[in-house]
């Protein structure tokens, strides 16, 4: 008896330690950044790249071409058709809600003083809020 208890701890602690593992995985966001291959939305993105190689394995990061068809089918994919030089998706949405209520689009350039190219109304920090979010 002391040894059928025993292996039901031992089974129900790796269950458990199995089951937070795949939590932790599962709440891995993905993103998704769907761009133009040349400047300026390249330099545009780049504060974003940075930012996301220094997170190492908290998030996972698809590059597409817009320009390719499978940049323009992902992009459709998500709702999004025409000449958009930018589209960010995190687990596959680009509009959010930031903490202030107000809504957010990572579509076009960013709002960012220092990017290049024409500004939109997203942030990199918008970006860096969703990403760190629990999901």
């Known amino acids: 008896m002391k040894t059928t208890r025993r292996s039901l701890v031992k089974f129900a602690a790796a269950a458990s330690l199995v089951m937070s593992m795949g939590a932790a995985w599962a709440a ?9 291959a040349h400047p300026p939305v390249q330099s545009a993105l780049k504060p974003l790249r940075d930012w996301l190689a220094t997170q190492g394995s908290q998030a996972r990061v698809v590059e597409l071409d817009m320009e390719t068809p499978a940049g323009e089918k992902r992009a459709a994919a998500a709702g999004v058709t025409g000449h958009v030089p930018i589209l960010v998706l995190v687990n596959g949405k680009y509009a ?4 202030d209520g107000s809504s957010v689009e990572f579509k076009s350039f960013p709002a960012d003083p220092g990017a290049p190219g024409p500004k939109g109304a997203w942030t990199i920090e918008d970006v860096k809020a969703v990403i760190s979010a629990p999901h």
């Not at 959010?96 to 903490?99: L, P, Y």
């Open 28 to 36: 891995r966001p993905v993103v998704e950044i769907i761009a133009f």
């Open 96 to 99: 959010f809600t930031r903490k």
